[in-house]
């Protein structure tokens, strides 16, 4: 019985060259890939797979039934440059355009209203893809929104109640 645990260490102690070709050697084929812990984890992986079993036929048979059902890509869709767009599986709608994502995760995604009562008035600000919209102007952020609405200097995440993950997993109730 091989002892898995030692097979890890080993791999461990590897260098990437040694790494690529014991994945050769387990997997039956080249891999692309020169990233060490990746490499180690895919070859502890098939070697404990193949020393104590891999999934049971049923199982492996719903993972098939399931992969077979659902619409996967191996890769991204190709660039908005290529000549005919790529279209939504199943529905013939073409897809034109890219989803811009903000680098700020805690914004709701643009098109998305912003509201705060504020000495007797509702404050409303519109998320755009770049900035915010309050009543027509477009400002950066919403530390401007707030010091434009207040006249004084406010965290715009804290004027309109936006919780950090980092706020949310420290405070206790």
Known sequence: MLNVG???????????????????????????SYHKEFLVRRIAWRVQANAEGGLPDRARKRALEI???ADLRARAPGSAQSP?????AGTGRAVIGRVEVH????????????????RGRTIRVRVLPKGFDYEGTVYRSLSAVAQAVTGAHWNGYLFFGIQTSKTTATEKP
Do not use: W
């Open 67 to 69: 992969a077979d059902d």
């Open 6 to 32: 030692q097979k890890v260490s080993e791999l461990r102690r590897m260098t990437v060259g040694e790494l690529r070709r014991e994945y050769a050697e387990v997997f039956g084929e080249q891999t692309r």
């Open 84 to 88: 005919t767009p790529a279209t939504h």
């Open 103 to 118: 680098a700020d995760d805690r914004l709701p995604m643009p098109g998305a209203l912003l509201t705060r009562d504020y």
